[in-house]
């Protein structure tokens, strides 16, 4: 209806004969929308903020999303009839298509076990899911496997989780468990495991899977400490399966007193043995480092080794600073980040693996505290550096934050919501100091490269000049833009010990950034400003004025649901609002009753809500009765002051002067209220009047844009203050009409200070206390406490009577607009909304049915009423009642909220291949036509997004020349989760050639690194870097650095087997028992680390009863195999253990006599895939370890993992076959992209059709790498068949210039394919 009115006010002014005014240009319209009040502690941990950009948390039952950009609220979704405990942002790692466009997608949970999958874009359920009745604890999308993006986990208690297909709205597995389940987390680096924590313990399932139910139980874990007397040992627990404890036997260093263990076990065991989890507030996987899990507690964070099921470091915070409330673990750098209770939020990075400090020197800069602790051993532990603490907001009990939460792109910016519901965005900055110089440091500032050191290779074995770019192809080198939290720093393991930089200290700081005010806490009290006119309409805003309990008045824009003033003007709670004028209110309020005689101190405010000005009226009044009501007349130029016993006081609404105070005996007012129509006494006046007499127009819903507040201009057709200077001001009578208690109705008329005493109408039989009226043209309508309506018909002087039978009505109020009889009825359990003139209900809502409790209405237009409810929240509601929410491209906004996701399919697609590449153009631009496939709506959209696109990334899209680069910041700017981590990884393996495989050394135990600091380097090394332009390619290329531990397998080998001596330097020092520690020593034994090998076996305890088979083992390490007798002896051993079952006895076998290839193959044919992978990327060199790689990559593709899979292809420089790969799974663009990215860095073949019809530069040699084309097929006749398939991919996306541009690259039959595409079109 709204719709239709405006469009019809538009047509009907664009006449020349139209007597309405000329409306604006840009109107906003009043539509549907909830603004968000407060959250409840129920809330706690609903809130996620997604890969597409927006933020979502619950806010009691209306599920709140955000524009962290332009700090708006972009959506409300409100069909939660319970508390909302839980929303998660579906992920965004499928491949993106015309059948899967970018889209919008969130779960939300509530208390009643109800969780419904909305599409934010247009408002809309698209699956409602529920089983039983109780409140969901935790809930997760899938995503690590094909097709599982449309998957939710949900876990429902006690203890059952369900997986539910949302795409056809039904579970596709239940499993329940038998311990309580409080929580779960899935291990990003393996599908199939995850972890629940329970009351008592942490319970392990490594047999997840989308297609079955999990057959067993899981493991159950329990956390002891370790007693302080050293060598005791906790006992074991008696269980019918064999489960073992495990200790840490070496308590004499302060580090190890403070550890705790796993225990693993179906019993529990002794209460002095096993510190309860009951403690625990959270659990996570670690996001970088594999095997790792995080336990949270108030003091403390514990770093859980899986593999060893101890723990390996831990955090803790001094007793001043404020407990831990939530710890976020980051994908791009070993970062936590937690947020304190006191709304603070501390940044902790990964110090490089060093031993445990000894003395009190070296100890300083340590994030835990303790006594005493042992000198001369060397102990490593996982150690993290608190880095920067934001300030402590100061917070009451009501606004303690309910969680925070990280932009997953960036990693640096974050959002913290408030219990009062504000939003708090915060974001990491660095700072530098000038003038120091900066020693050597594990964290350093990426985009400058390291100078490769003189001194002696690591301990850990990892050349100095690895992470350099002497390994990097040559080129003209640009840094890329830093805009996320791996461009600020490099990982802790980066930078060998000898690595000398010259920079400047870097301050880490952690700053807010934003805030978005929020709702004062409810009731509310509610009046919509004087509605729109034909004289007004240049000027007018649809404010609407809330007052709150807390005597502050809020002012809300209802067009842009924006919080435009807030005015603490009451000592007390505010009781009511009126407006005088578009711009200025009056409101009153008083102390609540506190003696018998019911007298109290009345407040009463005039506001200028432009300037602010405040004048109080009525001051110096003694103790009285309450103000129960304040009137203002329909031309503003009177208003009456109602108390609740005593007589009534008439004021001048511009001279803010009383004119009246009726006599004592006057009778007491029930409800009031003015006429709209009056009589005027002079021509001119009356001229001047008669415009600002006529009703609104129909369409209320469409408004002018907001005026500049800078403006303190009044309208034409309300008098204000402004009008004060004459005589000649008071030149309309204006009339009344109110009911005493006992019903009887009196009309009065107001002429300057002379009030006349008119008609008297006895009260109606059928009517009780009158408690509200209405008037409007000539219909007065009455309502009673009995939910009784009246109308009254001034004309033909008949009455009807409505019985609602509802109870007691509060309000009744008129909508505006002329012919517009629609009533608004407000009950103590809902409203109604009814048409007076054909005496029939339009529609109605019922709390808590519908609805929660509805405090108080108003009209925001004339067809949106708006609801005040007990939650906080005011919402526009359509006609029907039925919904308070709008697609977010209708909505009107202060500033735009653009984005991809809210572009149509194609246009997201097509703009997401025209930033990644346009070779059919001369010069790559960011500047987009109608011509390129976008109508002219969706071009300003773009526009607008591309004008936020930070300055040096706009620079580096347009002067970058690598395909790839380019579609690594468009996939970050886009939030695609999944072409960020193939880009990134076809990035690092295009522009660097394999590297050397590093020789095995004898790790030394030492490793000495400088204070953990952060410097930033200038930028004299890369330009040293791009100085010699004479002797490099064309192409732009930024520098490459290794892959984060996130990417694990995928790690070129000399970066892996760092990280892999790294851990096991850890697992040595712990002590290990049993089993784990002869996996310890096969694991050094396999990868070339003999000698330690040797010593641990050796270091076995003489009553350990596999102490004679170490002694043996440790021999065998030390024997050396030169003859062939020898070797083939072991060979024949090896191959008998391995098809006996003995597995890693035999690859341990064929490693000890160069055999590891071999035993990688044993390892593949049973199943030890991931096994295979850590033993070829250790042992083997590197051209030996690509057969392997390989292998495990087919395993992955057929194992519906087809994305890592190609990842894992790329990362041994199989270029073709990751492209033949990405053709056969239908990725057309992907597949065209890598293409053109290979033959931009030269690292595909080249060919005669290539030669012909370059792409963007000369191909040169390979770099190595070898194509994996099957049979005669050529590579010319491949690359024709992927631009083929692309240009049917561009065409159905309409993008003609780059259909015409691969169409000519394809020659005569590109030229064909045009045609039949032309007639097509």
């Known amino acids: 209806m709204a719709a239709a009115g405006g469009e019809r006010m538009v047509t009907e002014t664009g006449g020349k004969n139209s007597p309405l005014p000329q409306i604006p240009v840009n109107i906003q319209r009043v539509l549907p929308r909830t603004v968000p009040g407060p959250v409840s502690p129920q809330n706690k941990g609903a809130l996620d903020w997604g890969w597409q950009g927006f933020l979502a948390y619950g806010a009691q039952t209306t599920v709140v999303v955000v524009d962290p950009v332009t700090l708006q609220c972009a959506q409300t979704l409100t069909r939660h009839r319970n508390h909302v405990v839980k929303v998660r942002w579906r992920k965004t790692r499928h491949y993106h298509q015309l059948s899967a466009p970018y889209s919008l997608i969130l779960a939300s949970a509530d208390n009643s076990g109800t969780i419904i999958v909305w599409e934010v874009t247009r408002g809309e359920v698209t699956a409602t899911l529920q089983d039983g009745n109780r409140p969901i604890q935790e809930l997760e999308w899938l995503g690590g496997v094909d097709g599982s993006e449309h998957l939710l986990a949900a876990l429902h208690p006690p203890y059952s989780l369900i997986i539910w297909d949302t795409r056809h709205n039904n579970k596709l597995w239940k499993k329940s468990y038998t311990e309580n389940l409080t929580a779960f987390h899935f291990d990003p680096f393996h599908f199939n495991k995850m972890a629940f924590l329970c009351g008592g313990c942490v319970l392990f399932v490594e047999d997840f899977s989308l297609n079955k139910c999990p057959s067993s139980n899981g493991r159950k874990f329990y956390v002891s400490t370790p007693r302080t007397s050293p060598g005791k040992v906790v006992n074991s627990i008696p269980t019918s399966t064999s489960s073992t404890s495990i200790t840490d036997e070496r308590t004499s260093t302060r580090i190890r007193r403070k550890m705790r263990e796993l225990v693993v076990g179906e019993g529990k065991p002794k209460s002095e043995d096993v510190s309860q989890l009951a403690e625990c507030l959270q659990l996570m996987y670690h996001r970088t480092v594999r095997d790792q899990l995080l336990l949270l507690y108030t003091r403390e964070i514990l770093v859980l080794d899986l593999t060893i099921n101890q723990t390996v470091g831990i955090v803790v915070i001094d007793r001043a600073m404020s407990p831990f409330s939530q710890v976020l673990s980051c994908w791009q750098r070993d970062v936590l980040f937690c947020l304190h209770e006191s709304g603070s939020v501390s940044a ?367 309208t034409e057709s309300m008098l204000s203050l402004a009008d004060v200077g004459g005589d000649k001001t008071s030149i309309a009578k204006e009339t009344f009409v109110f009911t005493d208690t006992e019903g009887t109705l009196y009309h009065f008329s107001v002429e300057g200070n002379v009030i006349k005493d008119g008609t008297k109408v006895p009260p109606d039989s059928q009517m009780s206390v009158i408690t509200s009226i209405a008037w409007k043209s000539h219909e007065i309508v009455l309502s009673d406490s009995d939910g009784n309506l009246i109308v009254w018909d001034l004309k033909t002087r008949i009455s009807r009577h409505i019985a609602t039978h509802r109870g007691w009505i509060r309000k009744i109020r008129f909508a505006p607009g002329r012919d517009n009889m629609k009533l608004v009825v407000l009950f103590a359990d809902g409203i109604d909304v009814w048409d007076v003139r054909d005496v029939v209900m339009v529609s109605q809502i019922k709390s808590p049915r519908d609805i929660v409790k509805v405090v108080d209405v108003d009209w925001g237009a004339s067809d ?115 072409e960020i981590d193939f880009w990134t990884v076809a990035c690092h393996y295009l522009t660097q050639p394999a590297l050397t495989h590093p020789k095995d050394e004898s790790s030394s135990s030492n490793s000495s690194v400088g204070s953990a600091e952060l410097i930033t380097l200038g930028d004299s090394a890369s330009e040293k870097s791009g100085g010699s332009e004479d002797l490099c390619p064309p192409t732009a290329v930024p520098p490459s650095h290794p892959l984060e531990t996130t990417y694990h397998h995928l790690c070129d080998a000399a970066t892996y087997k760092h990280h892999e001596l790294e851990r096991l330097a850890i697992h040595e020092s712990k002590n290990l028992e049993g089993a784990q520690r002869a996996t310890l020593g096969r694991c050094l034994a396999v990868i070339g680390e003999r000698d330690r090998a040797v010593r641990l076996l ?224």
């Not at 006429?675 to 021509?683: E, G, L, Q």
């Not at 025209?914 to 709506?937: A, H, I, K, V």
């Not at 290979?1238 to 040169?1260: D, E, F, I, K």
């Open 864 to 978: 949106r009423p708006v609801l005040a409810t007990i939650d906080g929240c005011l919402r526009v509601m359509d006609m029907a009642l039925k919904s308070s929410s709008t697609p977010i491209y209708q909505y009107c906004t202060k500033e735009p909220i653009v984005s991809p996701y809210l572009l149509p399919g194609e246009a997201s697609l097509n703009l997401r291949t025209l930033m990644t590449q346009q070779p059919w153009r001369s010069q790559y631009s960011l500047s987009f036509t109608g011509e390129d496939g976008f109508t002219p709506e969706q071009l300003q959209n773009i526009e607008v997004w591309l004008s936020r696109v930070p300055a040096e990334l706009r620079e580096f899209l347009e002067t970058c020349g690598s395909t790839a680069h380019r579609a690594l910041v468009t996939a970050q700017l886009f939030g695609d989760q999944g």
């Open 348 to 714: 902790h990075f990964r110090r490089r693996l060093l031993p445990v400090p000894t003395s009190p020197e070296n100890d300083k800069e340590n994030t835990w505290h303790g006594d005493g602790g042992g000198v001369g051993e060397q102990y490593y532990e996982v150690m993290y550096d608190r880095k920067c603490h934001s300030e402590h907001l100061r917070l009451n009990k009501q606004s303690r934050p309910i969680g925070l939460t990280l932009d997953p792109v960036s990693e640096k910016q974050m959002a913290m919501v408030l219990g009062d519901g504000r939003v708090v965005f915060k974001q990491v900055t660095a700072y530098p100091t000038p003038g120091r110089q900066a020693i050597s440091t594990p964290l350093f500032t990426p985009g400058a490269p390291s100078a490769p050191s003189q001194g002696p290779h690591s301990g850990l074995n990892i050349a100095d000049n690895h992470f350099s770019l002497a390994s990097a192809p040559a080129g003209v080198h640009i840094n890329m833009p830093k805009t996320s939290l791996a461009d600020m720093v490099k990982p802790a393991w980066a930078l060998a010990d000898n690595v000398k930089e010259i920079g400047h200290r870097v301050n880490l700081r952690i700053l807010m950034t934003g805030l978005m005010p929020a709702m004062s806490p409810p009731p509310l009290v509610i009046r919509m400003c004087p509605p729109l006119t034909t004289r007004n309409i240049q000027q007018y805003v649809p404010r609407l004025a809330a007052g709150t309990q807390s005597g502050v008045v809020q002012v809300f824009n209802v067009a842009t649901g924006v919080l435009e003033r807030e005015f603490a003007l009451h000592t007390y709670p505010v009781r009511g609002v009126e407006w005088t004028s578009l711009t200025s209110i009056l409101s009153f309020g008083h102390q609540p009753l506190t003696n018998s005689q019911g007298l109290v101190r009345n407040e009463l405010m005039y506001t200028d809500i432009l300037t602010g000005r405040t004048i109080t009226l009525r001051p110096n009044k003694s103790d009285e009765t309450s103000i129960d009501m304040v009137r203002v007349s329909y031309l503003k130029q009177y208003f009456i002051v109602v108390f609740r016993e005593d007589p009534f006081e008439l004021w001048d609404a511009r001279k803010l002067v009383p004119l009246r105070t009726m006599p004592r005996r006057f009778p007491r007012v029930s409800a009031l209220e003015w006429s709209p129509t009056s009589h005027v006494k002079t021509r001119r006046d009356s001229e001047s009047h008669r415009a600002s007499e006529s009703e609104p127009e129909k369409n209320e819903s469409v408004v002018p844009k907001e005026a500049p507040q800078t403006e303190v201009s009044m």
């Open 1098 to 1321: 050796l270091d076995a305890d003489a009553s350990n009863q596999h102490f004679y088979t170490d002694c043996l083992r440790a021999c065998l390490l030390a024997a050396t195999h030169h003859s062939t007798q020898a070797q083939s002896t072991i060979k024949l051993v090896a191959t008998n253990l391995i098809a006996a079952g003995n597995i890693w006895e035999g690859v341990e076998l064929l490693c000890l006599i160069g055999k590891a290839g071999d035993a990688c193959r044993y390892l593949q044919s049973y199943g030890h895939w991931e096994n295979s992978v850590w033993l070829a990327k250790c042992a083997l060199p590197l051209q030996e370890s690509v057969d392997i790689l390989k292998r495990w990559a087919h395993h992955l593709i057929t194992s519906a993992n087809k994305d890592q899979g190609v990842c894992a292809l790329l990362s041994v420089g199989s270029i073709t076959a990751a492209l033949e790969q990405l053709v056969q799974q239908h990725y057309h663009q992907r597949a065209a992209l890598l293409l053109a990215a290979a033959q931009q860095l030269q690292v595909v073949p080249n060919t005669q059709q290539q030669q012909q019809h370059p792409l963007a530069t000369p191909l040169g040699t390979q770099s190595g790498f070898s194509p994996v084309l099957s049979g005669s097929t050529s590579m010319a006749s491949f690359a024709e068949n992927i631009h083929k398939k692309y240009v049917l991919h561009l065409f159905s996306l309409g993008n003609r210039p780059a259909v015409s541009y691969f169409c000519r690259l394809m020659g005569e039959k590109g030229q064909s394919l045009l045609q039949e595409l032309d007639s097509l079109q």
